[in-house]
Nanobody, 122 residues
Framework: QVQLVESGGGLVQAGGSLRLSCAAS????????MGWYRQAPGKQRELVAL???????NYADSVKGRFTIFGDDAKKTVDLEMNSLKPEDTAVYYC????????????????WGQGTQVTVSS
């Protein structure tokens, strides 16, 4: 069983910064992709940022230049540094892992964390 545990959410004023962290645990051999999605009330879950095991990154247009994703392949962690936060960044942020291979060499479908709330006040 693989679990993703997030931390670092909270309340911040517009223009402020937060850093989210996510750690994967379990009998993991490798993870191909880790990242973050978010879901605001009444909206669909959307991609925020992804990083591959080869450190290739992908960002949503709405966060480019403000958010930075960091991955540690050995530790199986992914962080999201969020700067210049805006009220529209308010959402539940979910950690995501894909291409997860276990030590048994079996693979899992996408794995999600439980979510952490980020609220940006104006």
């Amino acid at each position: 069983q693989v679990q993703l545990v997030e931390s670092g959410g909270g309340l911040v004023q517009a223009g402020g910064s937060l850093r989210l962290s996510c750690a994967a645990s379990g009998s993991i051999f490798s993870i191909g992709v880790m990242g973050w999605y978010r879901q605001a009330p009444g909206k669909q879950r959307e991609l925020v940022a992804l990083i591959t095991s080869r450190t290739s990154t992908n960002y949503a247009d709405s966060v480019k230049g403000r958010f930075t994703i960091f991955g540690d392949d050995a530790k199986k962690t992914v962080d999201l540094e969020m700067n210049s936060l805006k009220p529209e960044d308010t959402a539940v942020y979910y950690c995501y892992a894909d291409q997860v291979m276990l030590t048994s060499r079996s693979t899992l479908p996408a794995v999600w964390g439980q979510g952490t709330q980020v609220t940006v006040s104006s």
